[in-house]
Structure formats: structure tokens, C-alpha cells
């Protein structure tokens, strides 16, 4: 990949990273609204500590908190498993978000996608991605949705600060 060369992606490849960037801000904005529900803070209020807050850095508070919860309460699993596939959400989407696309040389519906990363043993990587890789993540973040949706309801979050009902309660 060059770094001089500016590549415009195509359409059908661009919707669907858009769409993905709309989905995980929801995940990312419902995993505030859960961290609030599991201290008993007011989701507002806590959104003014977290608006600078890395989603990682949120993802591990919740983790750490249900930690403390979950000897008591063994079900919490469910939640905790749910936050952890947040977190995977979150690495897949950084990833195409945050990395350099090329469509040079590809075949329609594919790109080349650099990212760079000090943390990783192989810093700079280059993948091959493609609308159906897409559509998978899609996928996972509308099923990931769904299944916070329904823990939501089981185990009464989001709430608004003193209320035991869930914001998706019937």
C-alpha cells in the first residue's frame, strides 16, 4: 500500500462500514447505560466520567464490577459473556474503522485494509477484507443488540438511577 495514494472505496463496501460504525456506537452507548445500572448511578451523570473514556477502559469497569457481583449471583455469567463479545465487537470494528482502506488491484467488493499497532508483535498488518466479512460483523452487532435487549429485560438494565425496571421493560 502506498501512502501517497489516495483510493476511493466504493459504495458497497463504505455503507456497510458506516452502518458498523452507527451499530457499535449504539453497543458502546447501552454498555455506559449498563455500567450506570450495575452502581446505581445516574446514566447521565455517568456519561459526564465516561465521554473521555476509552470503550476498552468501560468494557473492563463493567468486568471488574460483575466480578464483584457474580460469586453471589452466578447467572450474572450471561451478562459478563455479553460484555466480553462487546469487546470483540470493539477489536473487529477498530480495526476497519481505524485502518488505512485500498482498493488498488482488488476485485469489486474487497480491500485491502492496513492497520498499525505497538502492541501487537507484527505492528503494521495488511487484510484482505470483503462485504461478506462485513456483513458478519453487521450481523454480530445486530445479534449482540438483540441479546442485551433480552439480558436487559431478565436482569432490569438499562434504568434510569433508583428504578428497578429496565428501560426495555414491557
Excluded: Y
Excluded at 89 to 100: A, F, L, S, T, Y
Aim: net charge negative; with cysteine; proline share 3%.
Amino acid at each position: 500500500m502506498q501512502a501517497t495514494q489516495f483510493s476511493v472505496i466504493e459504495a458497497d463496501l463504505t455503507s456497510r462500514l458506516g452502518q458498523i460504525a452507527i451499530n457499535t456506537a449504539v453497543i458502546e452507548e447501552w454498555l455506559g447505560h449498563l455500567l450506570a445500572s450495575l452502581i446505581d448511578a445516574d446514566p447521565g451523570g455517568l456519561h459526564v466520567v465516561t465521554r473521555d473514556m476509552s470503550v476498552g477502559t468501560i468494557i473492563q469497569t463493567i468486568k471488574t464490577v460483575l466480578s464483584i457481583f457474580e460469586p453471589a449471583r452466578p447467572e450474572l455469567k450471561l451478562v459478563r459473556e455479553l460484555v466480553e463479545d462487546a469487546d470483540e465487537i470493539r477489536g473487529e470494528q477498530n480495526e476497519r474503522i481505524h485502518g488505512v482502506w485500498d482498493q488498488t488491484g482488488c476485485e469489486p467488493g474487497t480491500a485491502l485494509v492496513q492497520t498499525t499497532n505497538w502492541k501487537r508483535a507484527e505492528i503494521t498488518r495488511e487484510r484482505l477484507i470483503t462485504t461478506s466479512e462485513l456483513d458478519q460483523l453487521l450481523s454480530h452487532c445486530e445479534t449482540w443488540i438483540e441479546e442485551f435487549v433480552l439480558l436487559g429485560r431478565e436482569f432490569h438494565f438499562p434504568r434510569t438511577k433508583g428504578s428497578d425496571k429496565s428501560i426495555f421493560a414491557d
